[in-house]
Structure formats: C-alpha cells, structure tokens
C-alpha cells in the first residue's frame, strides 16, 4: 500500500508540476487562459507498476497525442519520456518480466523501448490492423484481435484471436469471427482465453496451441 501511495503520488505531482509549466502565471495586463495554454495541458493515465517494483509507466496525452513516461516509484530523479511520437494513441502498455522492456501498441503495432532509453521499435509490423493486446500471465505470449479489412458482410470471417509469442515470433489463430471479436483475457494460469464474439454476443473460451493453425480448422465463435 506505501509503494502504491508513493507511486501514485509520483504520478500526480508530476501531472501537477506539468500543468505548472503548460500554463505560466498570467502577467498583470492578462489574466484569461489561452486555448494554445490548454492544449498544452498534459493528462496522464493508465499507470503500470514493473514487476521489479522499481518504476511506474504511465501515458501522456497532448491535444491527441499520446507518449510513454516513466516515473521512479522512490519519488527520485526526473520522470523520464521513453517515446516521442509526434502522432498517434498508445494503447495500455505492459512491462517484460525482467521490468526491462516496455511493450505498447500503436497503430495498429505492437511496439518495445527499453526502460533505460533508446528509440522505440516495432516488435512486428503486419499490413492489418491488431488491437486489444493482452500479455500472458507468464509475459512470454500476447493475445490480439486482428481486424481483417474488405471482408463483405457474411463472407468468411473479420476478426481472428491470435496468439503471438514474445520469442520467436511465432503465432496462432485461436479463433475466427464474421463480425468481431472484443476483450480477449487470459485465465489466471495462462492455459485458456476468453473472448466476446459478436456474432453470437456471448462470451466464449479457448485453449491456445502452439504452432501455427490451418484457419480451416479453427474454432469460429459460434455457440457451441
């Protein structure tokens, strides 16, 4: 509870101290604040403690922009910006098991920057658009919707539940939808997936394998 105060503080002084700087005294002659001053207001949100218990991440936004900023939980040193995108949404992000990698998805990619610094780079890139990343309990695989575009109404399938490892890169489709596929959350033990499918609008669960699958053979999100 004392680290989360702590940590949590950080964080909200932070913000407070930003919003200092974002909008300066007003002089004497002017006294209204300025639409440029607001903008300028950063919101941070989505704080991740690292397992480590060392360091905080959590997102800024600028007028629709948003970056990564890490924060030491001891209140000491600087808050530190990891990415500087100058467009674009960071989804929640989520740290490696040894707290030395930030993961992050951005348009549509799953990205990496390590906590000590450097330039951010993709952890893949594929020409679909992947959202709703989830890590295993283990940290060594991530759950994703992947939206797939041009698909006409009742063709085929328009999301997929993929599985992709952190190591080697290697994924699975775990399951298919005509409509979409919402929420993936993995079970305390890593061993299944649950997921909303639209199709049928209910929740449904699945057992991820290892090694890529035949979309032939793979489960649709129908009711069983």
Do not use: Y
Request: with cysteine; charged share 20%; proline share 8%.
């Amino acid at each position: 509870m004392e680290k989360w105060t702590k940590s949590a503080g950080t964080i909200l002084a932070v913000a407070t101290m930003f919003a200092a700087f974002a909008c300066p005294q007003s002089s004497a002659q002017t006294s209204k604040l300025t639409i440029e001053q607001l903008i300028d207001i950063k919101h941070p949100s989505n704080p991740e403690w690292s397992p480590d218990g060392k360091h905080v991440v959590f997102t800024w936004d600028r007028a629709g922009v948003a970056n990564l900023f890490v924060a030491n939980v001891d209140g000491r040193g600087q808050v530190v910006a990891v990415t500087s995108f100058s467009e674009g949404q960071i989804d929640d992000a989520f740290w490696s098991r040894d707290s030395q990698t930030i993961f992050f998805p951005h348009n549509g990619d799953l990205w990496q920057v390590a906590v000590s610094g450097g330039a951010p780079k993709p952890v893949w890139t594929t020409p679909t658009i992947e959202s709703e990343m989830v890590p295993s309990p283990d940290g060594a695989r991530v759950a994703f919707v992947r939206h797939i575009a041009g698909v006409p109404d009742g063709d085929d399938h328009k999301s997929e539940l993929v599985v992709r490892s952190l190591g080697d890169g290697g994924e699975s489709v775990v399951a298919q939808d005509k409509v979409s596929i919402r929420r993936p959350i993995w079970s305390p033990d890593g061993a299944s997936l649950a997921a909303i499918c639209r199709e049928s609008e209910k929740a449904r669960t699945f057992r991820p394998r290892s090694g890529a699958r035949d979309p032939a053979g793979t489960p649709g999100c129908r009711p069983g």
